[in-house]
């Protein structure tokens, strides 16, 4: 697959924000409870239907009306691709965290890579130093997931073009560092690699990927850092960048914001029982 994306197949991008937004920024930034509930709700369904198809979760994992839903959703922003009829075809999720985070609060502590006891200690090091290093730069701490992509738009250069806004997107925001959990399924982790992606170093040793049997699939946890990447798509993410000041942004409800965060702090005190927030997808169809 060609992994420039073209300008002349631009699809429409839409941002829901977790919060409402400093218009510093963004110029196209509104609140519409209903459109953002409606949205959410196609991106969580068309993540359902992807995993599900893939045999990466089963049926009971979803919401009676097939919605994949996890509590990371409701604190995330979340990059959606819009077709020609205004649904989303493809979503992925940028949950940015404070840099004081601990390890323990974060999803990927409950990765099976996290309770391995050869490897578990060192993915904590090496997160602890990540944490340490964003301290420095001021930036926040991001975990990436919740990718997936319509069957229409896959063999397409969609799925590159939403990593490519995401690294926008940590610029925008004045600089990110953060981990991405991905399946080497359909050469998803191979594809960040190209862009930018680095695996996470302990005693300078790189962490393996690993088999994780809730998904069913080797996963590997790779690096993300807005300010690395591969010079070749230096140009692109310059673009998206530009792209993503004029891109329609739907806030949430004062109170809505409020409610899901204090929401998120009680679902990260108390997990969701058979739901794992730490291992999150690339669509299937990026090979």
Not at 32 to 60: C, F, H, M, N
Not at 117 to 122: C, E, L
Not at 171 to 195: K, W
Request: proline fraction near 6%; charged fraction near 20%.
């Amino acid at each position: 697959m060609k992994l420039v994306p073209t300008s002349g197949s631009r699809r429409p991008f839409v941002l829901l924000a977790p919060h409402r937004v400093d218009g510093a920024f963004f110029t196209k930034a509104a609140t519409d409870p209903s459109r953002r509930v409606q949205l959410l709700a196609e991106a969580q369904k068309l993540r359902g239907k992807t995993y599900l198809e893939d045999g990466a979760i089963e049926p009971w994992q979803l919401a009676s009306d097939g919605r994949h839903v996890q509590t990371a959703d409701y604190a995330s922003w979340h990059l959606l691709t819009l077709d020609e009829d205004g649904h989303v075809a493809a979503c992925a999720r940028y949950l940015p965290h404070p840099n004081t985070i601990s390890f323990s609060d974060l999803s990927v502590s409950h990765s099976a890579l996290a309770q391995c006891p050869t490897w578990g200690p060192a993915l904590r090091e090496a997160i602890d130093g990540e944490l340490a290093s964003a301290r420095r730069r001021n930036c926040p701490y991001i975990e990436l997931g919740g990718w997936a992509i319509a069957e229409t738009l896959r063999c397409t250069t969609e799925a590159i073009r939403m990593a490519l806004t995401a690294y926008g997107l940590g610029r925008a925001f004045g600089g990110a560092l953060g981990i991405s959990t991905v399946t080497l399924r359909h050469c998803s982790a191979s594809i960040l690699r190209r862009i930018g992606g680095l695996s996470l170093t302990a005693q300078g040793a790189a962490l393996p990927a690993y088999y994780d049997p809730q998904y069913k699939c080797e996963m590997e946890i790779l690096r993300f850092d807005s300010a690395f990447l591969n010079p070749r798509y230096g140009m692109w993410v310059d673009d998206c960048q530009s792209q993503l000041r004029g891109t329609t942004v739907i806030e949430p409800a004062e109170i809505e914001s409020e409610f899901n965060t204090s929401l998120r702090r009680l679902q990260l005190a108390v997990p969701t029982a058979g739901h794992d927030n730490s291992k999150e997808l690339l669509p299937a169809s990026v090979d």
